[in-house]
Structure formats: structure tokens, C-alpha cells
């Protein structure tokens, strides 16, 4: 266990918020890239590095100690396809229709921008109805895919370089969207500055991420990757947005990703915070997010969480049952590293996504298969690591359950 140990001495950076010291409350060891599928002849080069999240008591922002240079993973092999979920399909267009009611209906000709756009999954609603929009998005691969639907993309990496860009092209929006990409951008002061330039003195920034709160209380340590170098709070949101004129005034809570919140920020600052934002950040409080406290029991939940799964998958493999894995997502990269599941716990990964077939899974190695692998054999267990998509896959896998196969996940 030896790269599990911490060095608090050694182990001390300045915080990507606030800039005050901070250090990590646990780690979760070597780690390589989550969405780094890769054959055989790539093993030896793979990358690898600490995954050891920290909580800072000054500004209560969760980030992690270390974050891979953004172009190791974000590039135009990128093996993350939005829309491979229908359901994630049918929540953008959700998200569409409320931001075109409850923001746009009164604009003449509004200006939209979205920040990871990826496959165009949410502006290609706008697309559609000509709403003007521009969506930014570094891995050229995806935003290709987007392009096939008339969506507007420009390949790059939002920041302070690209806006000027924008402005000169394009004009000041009316709004920046995002979703599951804020907290991917360890840049986060130049982003949000960025954003209050680029928007006009009426517009709206709106963003959804993975929700801090969730993943403490449902133990989803699984949230924790490299890319999601920060995992928000409205506490947090808060304190980072507000010193660049964007006041939160709304929080709504979403199904997503196992848990997920929306923030809405608006430069009208005489605009008040809704009830609803007043309640979360009470519970947040009763929580104890800005304590330190509770990140020490959080650490001891995952390693409680660690145990017990081996257990369980040990068990299985006594009992000679065949376990696959169900969807090769970023999170199971956290969950087979952190646990040393490899293929004797697991005979291999069945995903959906094209470009992961025939790869193996980052550090454990693990082979993925297509879906019919999976649908072709007889399965016993199936370790579902898509289990934000648990509603969707269990319509789909009534045959499965039928004949006395069973789903099982680390929550
Ligand atoms: N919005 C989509 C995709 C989320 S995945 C959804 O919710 O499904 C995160 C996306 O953010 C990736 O497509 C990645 O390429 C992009 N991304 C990462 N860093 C970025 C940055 N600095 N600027 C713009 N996009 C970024
Ligand atoms: P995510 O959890 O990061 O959204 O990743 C979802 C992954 O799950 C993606 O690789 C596609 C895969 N998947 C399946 O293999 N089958 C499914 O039914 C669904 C919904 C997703
Ligand atoms: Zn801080």
C-alpha cells in the first residue's frame, strides 16, 4: 500500500481558487487517464499520476492536488461521446426548452455560447430552430460529430485567449451554458472572468455539474477523476463567481450524473436569490461542506466502500459466477485503480461506444467489448459502473434480469 500514503509535508499547493495553502485529505493512488482506452502495444508508455482530492477551509472549494495538463486529455481522440445516453438526449432538450422559456423567449435575436459542447447533444436544439450560438470545444474529434448536425463550433480551449476571438467575431452573448464541463477547467479565476466579459450587462451564465453534496452522501468517490478537477458546492459556486459580477441567484437540483446541481448566475445584480437557492444553502450547512470534519469521514466512507466491494467481487469469483463490467465509463477508471480490480474480478468491460471497443481499460486493463459480447454470453453479475444510467439500462436489460442475471455497483 505504499503509494496510498500521504506526505503532508510534501504534499502542500497553492489553491486554485483562493491561493491559500492547501493539501490533500486522502488519496486514492496511482491514476492514469480515465477516458485513456488503449491497446496493448501502449501499456508500457501509459501515463499515470496521484489522484488525491483536497478541501480548502478558506474558500470550501473541493479540487483536486493534481490535474493532468488539460491536453493529455481533452484532445482529438477523445473517447467521450455525449450522446451515446438517450436519456442525456432527452435531458438536453429539456434543458433547451426551459433556458428558450425561461431566458430567451424575450430576446429578438439572442446569441447562446456553450463551453464543451461536445457532439453538439445540447446545442443542436438551438441549431435546429436557427437560434444563433457558438459552442467552444478542444477535442476536434467530437466537435466534428457535432458539425454533422449544424452546430457552430470553434476547436479550442475556452480561456482568455479564445474570447477576444469570439468578441471580435461574433459579439457579446446573452448567455454561457455548460454542462459537466466547469468543473473540468483548472483555470477556474481566468474562466469566470472570461465569461463576465463575454457576456452583456443583462446575460445569464448557467452551468450543471455533479453535485458535492451527492457524492459525500451516496459515496460515489467514483466522481473523482481527472478530469473533474473540482467538485462544486452552491457554497463554493458562490465565493468563485460572485467577485467577477456574477451573482447566483438559483440552484435547481438534477437527476444527472448521479446526482447533480444547475447554477444560475445573472450580471443583473439587483436580481434576488430564489427561495430554492436559500434552501440548499442551508442544507449544504447542515451538512457541514465547510468543515474539515467531514472530508475526514468521507475518507473513511471510500475505504469502507473499498473493502466491502472486494469482498463481494472475491466472493463471486469463488463461487465461479461470470462478472463483467456494464459500460466502460470515466468513473469505473477510478473505481478498478483505487480497488486493484483487474481481469481476474472482472472478465471484461461491455460498452457502447465505437472507439473503446477493442482497447483496454486505463491501468487495470481490462478488455472492452461490444454490446453483443455482453448480450451473446451468459452473465451472471454484471458490475453496472454506468449506474447514473441505471434507469435507462435497466428498460433495456429486462432479458438479462429475466434469466436470473444480477446488476451489481459499488454504491
Ligand atoms: N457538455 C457535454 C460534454 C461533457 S464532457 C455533456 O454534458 O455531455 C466535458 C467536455 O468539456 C469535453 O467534450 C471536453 O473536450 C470539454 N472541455 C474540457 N476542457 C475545456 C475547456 N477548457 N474549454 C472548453 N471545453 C472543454
Ligand atoms: P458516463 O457515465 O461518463 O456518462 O459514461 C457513459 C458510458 O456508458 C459511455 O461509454 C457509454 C456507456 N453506455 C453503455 O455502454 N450502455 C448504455 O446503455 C449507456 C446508457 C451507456
Ligand atoms: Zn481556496
Not at 434543458?95 to 423567449?105: A, P, R, S
Not at 469463488?318 to 485503480?337: H, P, R
Amino acid at each position: 500500500m505504499k503509494n496510498l500514503t500521504l506526505n503532508k509535508n510534501k504534499n502542500v499547493r497553492k489553491c486554485r481558487v483562493c491561493s491559500k495553502n492547501i493539501s490533500p485529505f486522502m488519496t486514492f493512488g496511482k491514476m492514469p487517464i480515465a477516458n485513456a482506452f488503449l491497446k496493448k502495444k501502449d501499456f508500457k508508455k501509459e501515463y499515470f499520476f496521484n489522484l488525491m482530492p483536497c478541501f480548502c477551509k478558506n474558500c470550501y472549494s473541493f479540487q483536486l492536488f493534481k490535474q493532468p495538463d488539460p491536453k493529455k486529455m481533452f484532445h482529438k481522440n477523445y473517447a467521450f461521446f455525449s450522446k451515446t445516453s438517450k436519456n442525456m438526449r432527452i435531458h438536453f432538450e429539456d434543458f433547451y426548452k426551459w433556458i428558450k422559456k425561461t431566458y430567451l423567449l424575450k430576446k429578438k435575436t439572442p446569441f447562446v455560447i456553450e463551453i464543451g459542447s461536445n457532439d453538439g447533444i445540447l446545442l443542436e436544439n438551438f441549431a435546429k430552430k436557427g437560434i444563433k450560438h457558438l459552442g467552444i470545444e478542444p477535442s476536434a474529434n467530437v466537435a466534428k460529430e457535432s458539425a454533422k448536425n449544424g452546430v457552430n463550433t470553434l476547436v479550442g480551449f475556452f480561456g482568455k485567449n479564445i474570447i477576444k476571438k469570439v468578441l471580435s467575431n461574433y459579439g457579446k452573448a446573452d448567455m454561457v451554458v455548460l454542462a459537466n464541463v466547469m468543473c473540468h477547467i483548472p483555470k477556474i479565476n481566468e474562466v469566470a472572468k472570461s465569461i463576465s466579459e463575454i457576456l452583456n450587462k443583462e446575460g445569464y451564465l448557467i452551468f450543471e455539474d455533479p453535485y458535492l453534496l451527492d457524492v459525500l452522501k451516496k459515496v460515489s468517490y467514483d466522481q473523482i477523476y481527472d478530469e473533474h478537477v473540482f467538485i462544486f458546492s452552491a457554497l463554493s459556486v458562490k465565493n468563485i463567481f460572485e467577485k467577477y459580477d456574477l451573482k447566483l441567484i438559483d440552484a435547481i437540483p438534477q437527476e444527472t450524473h448521479g446526482g447533480s446541481m444547475r447554477y444560475v448566475f445573472t450580471k443583473k445584480l439587483e436580481i434576488t436569490e430564489s427561495p430554492r437557492l436559500k434552501r440548499i444553502l442551508e442544507k449544504e450547512k447542515k451538512y457541514k461542506i465547510h468543515k474539515s470534519e467531514t472530508y475526514r469521514n468521507f475518507k473513511k466512507n471510500c475505504e469502507f466502500s473499498k473493502v466491502n466491494l472486494l469482498k463481494k467481487l472475491q466472493k463471486l469469483k469463488k463461487l465461479k459466477k461470470n462478472v463483467v463490467g456494464y459500460a466502460a465509463t470515466s468513473k469505473s477508471t477510478t473505481i478498478l485503480n483505487y480497488c486493484k480490480i483487474n481481469k481476474n474480478l472482472i472478465n471484461f468491460i461491455t460498452d457502447t461506444t465505437p472507439i473503446k471497443h477493442d482497447t483496454f481499460s486505463p491501468g487495470m486493463h481490462i478488455p472492452i467489448k461490444p454490446y453483443k459480447d455482453f448480450s451473446e454470453i451468459d452473465v451472471d453479475t454484471a458490475f453496472l459502473f454506468a449506474w447514473n444510467h441505471k434507469k435507462e439500462i435497466m428498460k433495456k436489460e429486462k432479458k438479462f434480469l429475466k434469466k436470473g442475471g444480477v446488476f451489481l455497483t459499488h454504491l
